[in-house]
Nanobody, 119 residues
Framework: QVRLVESGGGLVQFGGSLRLSCAASGIDFGLYPMGWYRQAPGKRREWVATVAPDGVPHYGDSMKSPFTISRDNAKKTVSLQMNSLKPEDTAIYYC?????????????WGQGTQVTVAT
């Protein structure tokens, strides 16, 4: 059974930082590109970032925020460091494991973690 469990969300002030983590089990982690998506209220889910099995990061074209994705293959975790957060970054953030095209929204999903940025 595949499980992706996110943690690290919460309420943060404008300009603050959060670090999201996702722990994976039930997959051969080292073979999977791991990504983060987010869905804001009333909006479609959008791709944030993906990190390839070799650690090379890719970021969505619409992403202007200073986010950094990373992974630890030994621990089977992927992280998203989010700095200089803005209210428009408020969303549910989802961890994703997908061997398909980057940003295609396939593969496996976590349950999501809420990030709220206060003004």
């Amino acid at each position: 059974q595949v499980r992706l469990v996110e943690s690290g969300g919460g309420l943060v002030q404008f300009g603050g930082s959060l670090r999201l983590s996702c722990a994976a089990s039930g997959i051969d982690f080292g073979l999977y590109p791991m990504g983060w998506y987010r869905q804001a209220p009333g909006k479609r889910r959008e791709w944030v970032a993906t990190v390839a099995p070799d650690g090379v990061p890719h970021y969505g074209d619409s992403m202007k925020s200073p986010f950094t994705i990373s992974r630890d293959n030994a621990k089977k975790t992927v992280s998203l460091q989010m700095n200089s957060l803005k209210p428009e970054d408020t969303a549910i953030y989802y961890c994703n494991a997908d061997r398909g095209p980057i940003g295609a929204q396939g593969g496996y999903w976590g349950q999501g973690t809420q990030v709220t940025v206060a003004t």
